[in-house]
């Protein structure tokens, strides 16, 4: 178990449909990072937030969103789902990212967009 | 740029030491990391090497590190059936802590 709890494990919705995904860092950690798995295009970054500011963007579409609140859970909105938005997402979280910055995943969740 | 290349496929027999081979690109990384994720679950942590080492040793798990090549391999000594999962390599892309992932080498262990 790494610490690192994301919610909902599976979510199965329709293109054009909005969803949220949530995740719950490691007790500790100030830095969320997102990163979406797909079979074509590996594990891709999508955005890190630390300490509630965003501090990197990588590959996130536009209709992607996310933020990280106050008590530094963070949640990602994917929005105007297309099919090929099925993927798993995971969140990982880390202590600051300096030093040694290894990163504690998630389980995922797995989206389906049908 | 960021870019790590791994082969996508290893089969070994149980019992042999399997070899996983990566290469990255940025040269600036300043440690690198291999991941292990099994059918169902998150990446786990397997080990990680710092840019001005050659090598580290974990139980069965050694770590060398080519930076003059920028290459990095993970063996496992004794594999096991347990040891069936994908195996990521990694490098810390930025002072912040984003880690660029390689596609993932798939390692199948045959009795």
């Known amino acids: 178990d790494s610490g690192v709890t994301q919610t909902p494990k599976h979510l199965i919705t329709a293109t054009g449909q909005r969803v949220t995904l949530r995740c719950s860092p490691r007790?500790?950690?100030?830095?969320v990072y997102w990163y979406q798995q797909s079979l074509d295009q590996g594990l891709q970054f999508l955005i890190q937030?630390?300490?509630?500011?965003?501090?990197a963007k990588g590959n996130i579409l536009e209709r992607f969103s996310a933020q990280q609140f106050p008590d530094l859970h963070s949640e990602l909105n994917l929005s105007s789902l297309e099919l090929g938005d099925s993927a798993l997402y995971f969140c990982?979280?880390?202590?600051?990212?300096?030093?040694?910055?290894?990163?504690?995943f998630g389980e995922g969740s797995r989206l389906t967009v049908l | 740029g960021e870019d790590v290349e791994q082969s996508l496929f290893l089969s070994v027999r149980e019992g042999d030491s399997s070899v996983i081979n990566c290469t990255y690109t940025?040269?600036?990384?300043?440690?690198l990391y291999w991941y292990k994720q099994e059918p169902g679950a998150g990446l786990q942590l397997l080990t990680y090497?710092?840019?001005?080492?050659d090598m580290k040793q974990d139980q069965r798990l050694t770590v060398l590190l080519n930076k003059k090549d920028k290459h990095l391999s993970l063996r496992i000594a004794d594999t096991q059936t347990g040891d069936s999962a994908i195996y990521f390599c990694?490098?810390?892309?930025?002072?912040?802590?984003?880690?660029?992932f390689g596609a993932g080498t798939q390692v199948v262990v045959t009795p």
């Open positions: 990982a979280s880390s202590a600051s990212g300096v030093g040694t910055g290894e990163l504690f």
């Open positions: 007790s500790g950690d100030l830095s």
């Open positions: 937030y630390y300490n509630g500011e965003e501090r």
């Open positions: 940025d040269s600036s990384s300043t440690y």
């Open positions: 090497i710092f840019s001005n080492m």
């Open positions: 990694a490098e810390k892309a930025d002072s912040w802590g984003k880690l660029q």
